[in-house]
């Protein structure tokens, strides 16, 4: 039976934190529009049963009345845990007593990584973005939500760090993925507020007891690597928040720059015009060889295949092919750059 949580039985504490959600939310930090329609909105929650989920579920009910949003969740049961199914019927009785609708689905998750050859975290990825894209249509949300928090952001950093990501997707994850009309509004805010927030309105959260598998490396990340920064530099998931905004302003940035030499889409892959290519500083090349090669389809240029290329366009090396992951090849020819797609060049 439904509970309705509002802003103004809360704790005052808490009451703000929901406030610096819902402003975070509206306007995420060096997003690119459009913004998420929040106010009016259809608001789909995802929702795991963990405490950033549950977290996320307390602030949105809280919210939707001053946001006269419509609220409904979508959780999936991956199959893998005999805990599983009491995961799920946490979630159901947590809907209920919020007075959300929710669409709960169980899927193999390990006969889908096993079909689909690849790891069961990414099978379990890819059945949850699909959940939640069938969902979203179903429904009409204006707008999916995840419970990604700060502690999450400092995890994210490091394994894009250890992966060898640049900057500035090092810095992590967007909050605002208008393609994909996916918002993460917790970005910014502490699990341990999180934490406080869903105990202080007498609710509890499922432990996913996977979290703690040192064979995972997100679990080495956060269970070993991230605590031994803690020793360091106590505050380092706010040290993160603040890199993530230096990086967002970069991002946005680059993107207007790169905008001045466009990739060019026909049947044939994708290219980019040669003189207008030189006429760029290397560190604006550089990002736009690499954005043509990853549109051109799965597979992430290494540093030293993207500096050959711009080597040979620089020297105007007509008829230069370079290999590239995903069996894609860069093809240098007289006035233009070609990448090509993989099933292409076989």
Not at 41 to 68: H, K, M, N, Q, Y
Not at 135 to 141: H, K, L, S, T, W
């Amino acid at each position: 039976m439904a509970t309705p949580l509002r802003l103004q039985t809360l704790e005052p504490r808490m009451a703000r934190l929901c406030l610096e959600v819902e402003s975070f939310a509206r306007e995420p930090f060096g997003s690119p529009p459009p913004l998420p329609r929040l106010q009016g909105g259809r608001l789909l929650l995802s929702l795991s049963g963990g405490v950033d989920s549950t977290a996320l579920a307390v602030i949105f009910a809280c919210l939707a009345p001053r946001l006269e949003a419509t609220l409904f969740a979508a959780h999936l049961d991956h199959g893998l845990r005999g805990e599983s199914v009491e995961d799920a019927a946490h979630v159901a009785e947590l809907c209920d007593r919020l007075g959300i609708h929710l669409t709960s689905e169980r899927r193999d998750v390990a006969g889908l990584a096993a079909e689909r050859k690849i790891g069961v975290e990414e099978a379990g990825r890819e059945a949850r973005t699909e959940l939640l894209e069938r969902v979203r249509r179903d429904c009409a949300a204006d707008v999916i939500l995840q419970g990604h928090q700060l502690d999450e952001l400092a995890e994210d950093m490091l394994m894009r760090l250890i992966r060898g990501t640049g900057w500035p997707a090092l810095a992590g994850m967007e909050a605002w993925d208008p393609a994909r009309n996916l918002l993460r509004p917790l970005l910014l805010t502490p699990k341990s507020e999180l934490a406080d927030l869903v105990r202080s309105v007498g609710l509890t959260w499922r432990e996913d007891a996977t979290n703690a598998d040192p064979g995972c490396t997100r679990n080495r990340v956060r269970l070993d690597i991230l605590p031994r920064i803690a020793v360091e530099n106590p505050k380092f998931p706010e040290t993160a928040g603040g890199l993530w905004k230096l990086a967002r302003l970069d991002a946005a940035y680059w993107e207007e720059r790169m905008a001045s030499v466009p990739l060019h889409h026909d049947r044939d892959g994708i290219s980019i015009h040669s003189p207008a290519l030189r006429e760029a500083p290397m560190a604006l090349r550089l990002r736009v060889l690499k954005n043509a090669v990853e549109s051109a389809g799965p597979g992430q240029p290494l540093l030293d295949s993207l500096r050959n290329l711009d080597r040979a366009v620089m020297e105007k090396r007509t008829g230069v092919v370079v290999q590239l992951p995903g069996s894609k090849e860069a093809r240098v020819e007289r006035d233009r750059v070609r990448i090509v797609p993989g099933k292409m060049s076989r």
